[in-house]
């Protein structure tokens, strides 16, 4: 397998005069500041403290539409997942009466039945049989009545076991779930703690029931949630400043799709610790692909299957060195060695972005510094947005070596492709690869420079050279993406691999949700 990390001359990469720079100087279709307020419009976080405020906003939009009340919104919107196109869909092309069958809402219109109170002086409960005073008995919305400690021993159980969300009637057969305010007024008079926990899973059922809202998987925990417009995949960042994927709650890990990452992840853990001692002190048999270890002085080696090799050379050893019939099975081998090197350039890159990360601090301050010079202009927004351009890029790059280690090299896919074909892809992969790779290098050189002292004439130059080689980048990174988005995962037959869509000002950042 060819090494993902030399970069060649023999490339070609883009001219300065190909590259659109617009009067502004930015070089880009828009600046980075546009692009990111569209973005906002898309995601949105809520703060801890506002959560209540969303969740009524949903709440009312149904009460409104259908003359609810409360208690009987909130069923439907569980049932729905929160979805509240989803509740008018159903209402428009089932009715009313379905809509309600199917959540477990029953609506009370005849309010003036008799109390029971009225009708008896003695209750027999069906459930313990004990008779009982009317003033201890609950009727709930279906009709169904039984004393109150029976209704509090079942609402506690059911809190307990996590159901709370939708508690149902404990009548035989009856679906129709049970009043809120009705189980909190019941439950509280025997335990405040478990009302309490009542309450707090009414309202985190927002999130935790709601596919266009999660919280944010930040550890420490934030206390944010991110509510997107639809229910699709995206990466976003919250307020606190972590990036994670929105359809798995793990890192923001394009362009590897989630089931990629899950794998390359676990794998990450498993072997990450034990892979720099196996490639320090083994080497792969030449026939079967173990790792050997060599515990004598002598470098003729005999492995288990069989075959004697030499240590030095990993030529087999048969009246003479000879090298390895090309026939022979070498799958396991270019396996093993395909993961050893992604895990070894996916961690240099890594190591890479956090220290361009770190410089951030830096290149803010050495603006600053020259927002204190007396020269022609004051915006310094391209070094930023260059800044912005380099982090995405490098992030994206980082994670194309687990996309590649499944792609070409682990079974995952191998019913996909031919052997030719996959071949063919993974050598064009690799040349924009290294041609990706050898622009964010370029690009993280120039911008580590000490611009902060230069002249005017030289700070123009630099402007040029930011702006030519992030545009670059970008258009590069790009071009990768989307190959990756549409010839590589989107030509499968068998499965489905999907990434977040590509934004190349940023992972997108979600804005404060208008709630008070």
């Known amino acids: 397998m060819e090494d993902y990390g030399n970069s060649d001359d023999e490339h070609q990469y883009l001219d300065d005069d190909e590259v659109d720079i617009d009067d502004n100087g930015y070089g880009f279709e828009a600046p980075a500041t546009e692009n990111m307020a569209r973005a906002s419009a898309s995601s949105m976080v809520i703060p801890k403290e506002s959560l209540l405020a969303a969740q009524m906003g949903d709440l009312l939009r149904v009460m409104d539409l259908l003359s609810l009340k409360e208690k009987h919104a909130r069923t439907l919107l569980i049932h729905y997942r929160w979805d509240v196109e989803k509740v008018f869909a159903v209402l428009v092309e089932e009715g009313k009466d379905k809509l309600f069958a199917q959540a477990g809402v029953t609506v009370v219109e005849n309010d003036h039945q008799v109390p ?79 009302a309490d926990k ?42 606190c400043g972590f990036q994670f ?38 080497k792969p048999c030449p026939k079967c692909c173990k790792p050997i270890e060599k515990n004598g002085g002598c470098n003729m080696v005999r492995c288990k299957c069989g075959i004697t090799f030499n240590w030095i050379s990993g030529l087999e ?43 951030k601090e830096d290149i803010q301050d050495k603006i600053k510094i020259l927002g204190e010079k007396d020269t022609s202009s004051k915006d310094f927004g391209w070094i930023k947005d260059g800044l912005n351009k380099l982090f995405r890029a490098r992030r994206i790059l980082s994670f ?24 063919i892809k993974q050598n064009f992969f690799e040349d924009q690869q290294q041609q990706f790779e050898t622009n964010i290098e370029r690009l993280s050189l120039i911008l580590e420079e000490n611009f902060e002292k230069y002249s005017e004439h030289q700070l123009k130059d630099f402007r040029m050279r930011v702006i030519t080689q992030s545009v670059t980048a970008d258009y590069l990174c790009r071009n990768l993406y989307e190959w990756i988005e549409t010839d590589l995962l989107g030509s499968l037959k068998h499965s489905v691999h999907k990434i977040a869509p590509f934004n190349s000002a940023a992972v997108e950042k979600a804005s404060k949700i208008p709630y008070c």
């Open 198 to 239: 009542f309450e707090r899973f009414l309202l985190e059922s927002y999130i935790d029931d709601n596919r266009r809202v999660k919280w944010c998987p930040s550890v420490p925990h934030c206390g944010n949630a991110i509510q997107v417009e639809a229910d699709e995949l995206c990466e976003v960042e919250c307020a």
């Open 245 to 282: 994927c929105f359809s798995c709650s793990s890192v923001a890990h394009s362009p590897c799709s989630c089931l990629m990452w899950e794998l390359w992840s676990k794998k990450f853990e498993v072997e990450s610790l034990s892979l720099n001692w196996i490639s320090s002190h083994t």
């Open 116 to 194: 029971l109170s009225q009708c008896s002086s003695t209750f027999c409960c069906n459930i313990c049989c004990d008779d009982v005073s009317p003033q201890e008995v609950t009727t709930m919305d279906c009709g169904h009545c039984f004393c109150n400690n029976c209704w509090t021993e079942h609402f506690i159980v059911k809190i307990n076991d996590g159901q709370s969300r939708r508690i149902k009637c404990m009548a035989l057969k009856c679906n129709v779930v049970c009043d809120e305010a009705k189980i909190r007024c019941l439950v509280s008079a025997r335990d405040s703690n478990i």
């Open 317 to 359: 050893y048969s009246n003479g060195y000879i090298e390895v019939s090309e026939e022979r099975p070498e799958h396991g081998k270019w396996r093993l060695e395909s993961y050893y090197h992604c895990h070894k350039l996916y961690k240099a890159h890594t190591e890479s972005f956090r220290l361009e990360y770190e410089m």
């Open 400 to 423: 194309s070596y687990p996309f590649a280690f499944y792609m070409f090299a682990d079974d995952l896919l191998k019913n996909e492709m031919t052997r030719e074909e996959r071949k």
